[in-house]
C-alpha cells in the first residue's frame, strides 16, 4: 500500500523556518516525480515545488522561489521541504504528491497524496 506521510507542520512567526518532511514507502519511486503542493483556506490547491528521484531535476513556484528548497534523501526514501522567510501568505495545508514521470505543477495530474500538514505563519 502507498503511503506518503507528511510532518513538519506547526506554528511559525513571519521570516521563520519551517522544515517540512515526507515519508514514502510502498512502492519504488525511482520513476516518480515528488512535489509539494499547498492548500490555504477558500483557495483552490496550487503547486509549490517539485524534485525527480531519478536526476534531481527541481522546479519551484515563483511565489517561493529564493524561499523554498526541496530535497531528497533516497536512502531514506523521505522528501523535504525547507521553508525559509516565511510569510503570513505561506498559511496553509501542505500536501506531499506524486506523479508518475516528469513532474506536473497540476494538482490533477497527480498519482499519490499525503494527508496534509498545516504551516501557520503569524505576522
Known amino acids: 500500500q502507498v503511503q506518503l506521510v507528511e510532518s513538519g507542520g506547526g506554528l511559525v512567526q513571519a521570516g521563520g523556518s519551517l522544515r517540512l518532511s515526507c515519508a514514502a514507502s510502498?512502492?519504488?519511486?525511482?520513476?516518480?516525480?515528488m512535489e509539494w503542493f499547498r492548500q490555504a483556506p477558500g483557495k483552490e490547491r496550487e503547486f509549490v515545488a517539485a524534485i525527480r528521484w531519478s536526476g534531481g531535476s527541481i522546479y519551484y513556484a515563483n511565489s517561493v522561489k529564493g524561499r523554498f528548497t526541496i530535497s531528497r534523501d533516497n536512502a531514506k526514501n523521505t522528501v523535504y521541504l525547507q521553508m525559509n522567510s516565511l510569510k503570513p501568505e505561506d498559511t496553509a495545508v501542505y500536501y506531499c504528491?506524486?506523479?508518475?514521470?516528469?513532474?506536473?505543477?497540476?494538482?490533477?495530474?497527480?498519482?499519490?497524496w499525503g494527508k496534509g500538514t498545516l504551516v501557520t505563519v503569524s505576522s
Open positions: 510502498g512502492r519504488t519511486f525511482s520513476s516518480h516525480a
Open positions: 504528491a506524486a506523479k508518475h514521470g516528469s513532474y506536473s505543477s497540476s494538482y490533477g495530474a497527480m498519482n499519490y
